[in-house]
């Protein structure tokens, strides 16, 4: 399922892609500013729960070094959520792997670390 933007929100580019979904740059014609979108690939129940659940707990967290959530919308064909958009952030797993705080016992490399989503430190 494609988005093009609606009236309100004009994409500008596609800033990653997942298993649950597309981010994309858009400018919010509401907020007179640019966002970052998520969008779902599906629209079934199980996955706009889903999507549901990563936005209200997400924006249950207020950070200085972390984005904030602004809206989750959807209509009858598509699910998303919008954030602040951060253009010169680090990849969370990237920021812990350089400190050097990090390394284990005698400067060994760190253990290995999942990945998951997007999230974004300053």
């Given at each position: 399922?494609?988005?093009?933007?609606?009236?309100?929100?004009?994409?500008?580019?596609?800033?990653?892609?997942?298993?649950?979904?597309?981010?994309?740059?858009?400018?919010?014609?509401?907020?007179?500013?640019?966002?970052?979108?998520?969008?779902?690939?599906?629209?079934?129940?199980?996955t706009?729960?889903?999507?549901?659940?990563?936005?209200?707990?997400?924006?249950?967290?207020?950070?200085?070094n972390?984005?904030?959530?602004?809206?989750?919308?959807?209509?009858e064909?598509?699910?998303?959520?919008?954030?602040?958009?951060?253009?010169?952030?680090?990849?969370?797993?990237?920021?812990?792997?350089?400190?050097?705080?990090?390394?284990?016992?005698?400067?060994?490399?760190?253990?290995?670390?999942?990945?998951?989503?997007?999230?974004?430190?300053?």
């Amino acid at each position: 399922m494609t988005f093009a933007g609606n009236r309100r929100f004009e994409l500008r580019r596609e800033l990653g892609r997942g298993g649950m979904g597309i981010v994309y740059e858009a400018f919010d014609t509401e907020r007179q500013q640019p966002v970052a979108l998520k969008m779902l690939h599906g629209s079934d129940p199980e996955t706009i729960l889903q999507l549901k659940h990563e936005f209200r707990a997400l924006s249950e967290i207020v950070h200085p070094n972390l984005i904030s959530m602004y809206e989750l919308l959807g209509d009858e064909r598509h699910w998303f959520f919008t954030m602040e958009l951060i253009r010169n952030g680090t990849n969370f797993m990237g920021h812990l792997k350089s400190r050097q705080w990090f390394l284990g016992p005698s400067g060994t490399s760190p253990p290995q670390l999942a990945s998951h989503g997007q999230l974004r430190v300053l």
